[in-house]
Antibody, heavy 121, light 112 residues
Framework: QVQLVQSGAEVKKPGASVKVSCKTS????????VSWVRQAPGQGLEWMGW????????NYAQKLQGRVTMTTDTSTATAYMELGSLRSDDTAVYYC??????????????WGQGTLVTVSS | QSVLTQPPSVSGAPGQRVTISCTGS?????????VHWYQQLPGTVPKLLIY???NRPSGVPDRFSGSMSGTSASLAITGLQVEDEADYYC????????????FGGGTKLTVL
């Protein structure tokens, strides 16, 4: 079955960077895109960006431009999301989700289990 | 402030019908981009509930349905059950933000 398995929880200090991995299985990695979504404690869903493992195209949320970098490793069918210059309001659960291949216009399904990133001094 | 507007909360008694609205604009729902809905049970990962405006993934009961009208979409739940108590989110695509996915702020459904 299709699965997205994310790396474990992280605790970071303000100003640091965090890199979350999302290892996929059960489907052809280069036939779908990967989107990243985060959810702050008690808050709603916020889309962070999308990457196409097929051609490397990316689309980042304007709010995070310059701080977020999404990459993929097709040899291991793994997607990565790195967020830099961390602030306390970046504390959230970060999800990866399978999405459309050429643009993030479609639905997200399935989702990874989530990775809690806590930013605290 | 979410680009897609949802009511913060709705409620209903078991067996009743409730609807959750998702209001957008001419650059997202009104532009013809599809709306998708997710259900997030307490402490769990969001789950796809409706895709492409009114399609249910395998395993989703037909008590859940989606509809569209102009710049808005709606999720209807009939025969409300206690286990439907969750947060519900709508999602679409917006062409005005350099091409961006947008979510509604979420609606908390309480089954009385």
């Amino acid at each position: 079955q299709v699965q997205l398995v994310q790396s474990g929880a992280e605790v970071k200090k303000p100003g640091a960077s965090v890199k979350v991995s999302c290892k996929t299985s059960g489907y052809i990695f280069t036939s779908y895109g990967v989107s990243w979504v985060r959810q702050a404690p008690g808050q709603g869903l916020e889309w962070m960006g999308w990457i196409s493992p097929y051609n490397g195209n990316r689309n980042y949320a304007q709010k995070l431009q310059g701080r977020v970098t999404m990459t993929t490793d097709t040899s291991t069918a793994t997607a990565y999301m790195e967020l830099g210059s961390l602030r306390s309001d970046d504390t959230a659960v970060y999800y990866c989700a399978r999405s459309a291949i050429f643009a993030p216009v479609n639905w997200f399904d399935p989702w990874g289990q989530g990775t809690l990133v806590t930013v605290s001094s | 402030q979410s680009v897609l507007t949802q009511p913060p909360s709705v409620s209903g008694a078991p067996g009743q019908r409730v609807t959750i609205s998702c209001t957008g604009s001419s650059s997202n729902i009104g532009a013809g981009y599809d709306v998708h809905w997710y259900q997030q049970l307490p402490g769990t990962v969001p789950k796809l509930l409706i895709y492409g405006n009114n399609n249910r993934p395998s395993g989703v009961p037909d008590r859940f349905s989606g509809s569209m009208s102009g710049t808005s979409a709606s999720l209807a739940i009939t025969g409300l059950q206690v286990e439907d108590e969750a947060d519900y989110y709508c999602q679409s695509y917006d062409s005005s933000l350099s091409g961006s996915v947008v979510f509604g702020g979420g609606t908390k459904l309480t089954v009385l």
